[in-house]
């Protein structure tokens, strides 16, 4: 048979190319730059380690601006009613964390925030103002809000599969307990917004930050008691 005969051509919706653009290489490319800290010294990691969720949120702005939408939008109603549900919530979750997990434990990032001034700076800003605000914009905002527009009467599941990229963009950074538990924390975020819409990107956001820069003072802060 000659198959040149068939003309078959195979074509792939320009939406799912797009998908496969975001998660593979938002996927790749934050486990490469994490693979890549581990061989320069302290102070290279740390300058690194900042940009990281800037640089891995590339795809996500590349998409985003192809699709249209402008960032303003996602600053769009009652900032302050959002500023406030995100840190409630970030509140809420940091309980359960502690619940769940037995207790918070002190860190090395913990100690170095006690002795130094300038690392308080530095990790007040990069958990409250840079990874929630770029990883909630890359995954609920964006590949999320994608999926759902993709996956039709199966847009449930956009959430959970979300949380699956979530997860796998920390591999490099933990084993199979911190990746479970991203997950856990990526299918709370994701369907409080696939649920809510009232729970803005704003709200996500602040209270992701919350959460991660909780999970480091609260635990110092209880030493000292």
Known sequence: MDWKKLNVEIKIPTKFKRLLILVIGTVCLTNILVEIMDYFSVEIYRAIKFFVPIITAIPSFVIYKIEGKKIKDLFAGKIIY???????????????????????????????????????????????????????????????????????????????????????????????????????????????????????YLALAVSHGVYDFGLLIIPLALSWF
Request: hydrophobic share 55%; with cysteine.
């Open 82 to 200: 959002q500023l406030l549900c995100g840190i409630a919530l970030g509140g809420i979750l940091i309980c359960l964390a502690a619940v769940i997990g037995g207790g918070l434990n002190v860190t090395v990032e913990a100690a170095l925030f006690e002795r130094h001034v300038w690392y308080r700076i530095y990790i007040t800003v990069y958990y409250l103002l840079i990874v929630g605000f770029m990883e909630e914009f890359i995954y609920r905002i964006v590949m999320q809000d994608y999926l759902v527009g993709m996956l039709g009467k199966a847009k449930i599941l956009a959430p959970c599969i979300t949380a699956v990229a979530f997860s796998l963009c920390h591999y490099s950074a933990g084993g199979i307990d911190l990746l479970v538990h991203v997950f856990v924390w990526g299918m709370i975020w994701g369907y409080l917004r696939y649920f809510n819409k009232k729970v803005s």
